[in-house]
């Protein structure tokens, strides 16, 4: 089953959903917020993508942190733990089917993935 991760107040999630809607594309929605995200997850992610493309260093979360939040992520464990404790630095959304296919929105790119 596809899965969403991502939060629900996020214009980038609601775009995502949208779309997946409009395109009749079934998906179970996790929420960050509600459902936290787990470290094997994360690891499971690391393995399929760049850590720098996972953390959103974009979000308002992450320029929140002080300069020695910031220096204390300086590799995949630590920045797992970040993301476990802090679930909106996670760049969103993350779209899944036991791989991930996409992670933010870009209408092109699901397009091509969902063969839409």
Known sequence: ?????????????????DWLKTNNIAYRFHNYKT?????????????QVPLE?????????????????KSQITDPASAMKLMTERSSVIKRPVVEN????AIGFKPEEYK?????
């Open 1 to 17: 089953m596809l899965t969403v991760y991502g939060i629900p107040n996020c214009d980038t999630v609601k775009k995502t959903l």
């Open 35 to 47: 459902e936290g995200i787990n470290q094997q997850k994360l690891e499971e992610w690391l393995t």
């Open 53 to 69: 493309k996972l953390v959103n260093k974009a979000s308002a979360t992450f320029k929140g942190f002080s300069e020695e939040e």
């Open 98 to 101: 036991g791989k991930i296919l």
């Open 112 to 116: 091509a993935i969902f063969n839409v």
